[in-house]
């Protein structure tokens, strides 16, 4: 009788220690989100109730770089999440964050510099400016002080959101000559710059995009579309025969009712990271990136 009871114990405590296992390791995963395809990105960690936006991976160590406000949308702080063997390390503030409004990092190609929105002043002593890009170099395992892009990357409006590729930088803007809200623009090496027609560039609002590293196609936002599901929408778009295809919405189970914005690609390609609000807060997403070029995982 008692070696049965000793059996029962052992098996007992067998069967608790691979729960408590399973749960550690759900926990160093992303959480599935509002669907089978989309996933919670760091729940707990980066995902939590602060709301965290415009997430973009690391090229040299595959950290995850995000904003986060608490209060205001326009009050955002860059954070990074280091990778370690048992899943995210809590969030470090970027050396260079952290006084003024600061959101949606993005690297160049290779890492070198990160690009970041920010409304911190042009120049030092003035009053906070309205959102404007600025680059800041790398430097050793550190980063260097941001400085403000000139002419014609920052205008007299607001210009938001970069994306950049070998050939050329990518960003929304309000500037004249637009279609009087924020608008898609192109930027090539030598300077000319083209604002991109119908049907990326209408009436409604293009505040955010992604575009591949050859230029094939774009994951962009739109406000408020007439197919979309509410707030904002992202949307797939590719370049054929030298024109973009009509923008086509990543349907419901990308996009809900909420807001989604803030598209970027993993390093290795595999996955599409973005913003969603579904659960209440703003909370950083990924989703197979085949499923959303091919419709397949």
């Given at each position: 009788m008692r070696a049965l009871r000793n059996l029962f114990i052992t098996a007992t405590l067998l069967l608790l220690g691979c729960a408590e296992s399973e749960s550690q390791q759900a926990d160093s995963e992303?959480?599935?989100?509002?669907?089978?395809?989309?996933?919670?990105?760091?729940?707990?960690?980066?995902?939590?109730?602060?709301?965290?936006?415009?997430?973009?991976?690391?090229?040299?160590?595959?950290?995850?770089?995000?904003?986060?406000?608490?209060?205001?949308?326009?009050?955002?702080?860059?954070?990074?999440?280091?990778?370690?063997e048992s899943g995210w390390a809590p969030p470090e503030v970027a050396p260079f964050s952290g006084t003024w409004g600061d959101r949606a990092p993005r690297f160049s190609p290779g890492g070198a510099s990160i690009y970041i929105t920010s409304d911190r002043p042009r120049k030092r002593g003035e009053s906070p400016a309205d959102m404007n890009i600025w680059r800041v170099s790398r430097i050793g395992e550190s980063w260097g002080e941001p400085e403000l892009l000139e002419s014609p990357i920052n205008s007299e409006a607001a210009d938001i959101h970069i994306s950049v590729t070998d050939q050329a930088m990518w960003l929304a803007s309000s500037r004249a000559g637009g279609f009087g809200r924020s608008d898609i623009y192109r930027i090539g090496p030598s300077g000319d710059i083209s604002h991109l027609d119908a049907p990326i560039n209408d009436e409604k609002s293009q505040p955010d995009l992604w575009v591949s590293a050859d230029e094939s196609w774009m994951i962009l936002v739109i406000t408020?579309?007439?197919?979309?599901?509410?707030?904002?929408?992202?949307?797939?778009?590719?370049?054929?025969?030298?024109?973009?295809?009509?923008?086509?919405?990543?349907?419901?189970?990308?996009?809900?009712?909420?807001?989604?914005?803030?598209?970027?690609?993993?390093?290795?390609?595999?996955?599409?990271?973005?913003?969603?609000?579904?659960?209440?807060?703003?909370?950083?997403?990924?989703v197979s990136l085949s499923f959303v070029l091919d419709g397949s995982e």
């Open positions: 992303p959480a599935t989100g509002a669907s089978s395809i989309v996933e919670v990105v760091g729940q707990g960690v980066i995902s939590t109730e602060r709301n965290e936006t415009f997430p973009a991976e690391d090229p040299t160590d595959g950290s995850l770089w995000f904003s986060r406000y608490d209060n205001s949308f326009g009050a955002q702080t860059i954070l990074f999440a280091r990778r370690t408020e579309a007439s197919d979309g599901y509410g707030g904002d929408d992202l949307y797939l778009s590719r370049f054929i025969e030298e024109t973009w295809t009509v923008p086509a919405n990543l349907g419901s189970e990308i996009n809900s009712a909420e807001y989604e914005y803030g598209p970027s690609v993993s390093v290795d390609g595999q996955y599409l990271y973005f913003t969603s609000h579904r659960s209440g807060t703003a909370d950083v997403y990924r």
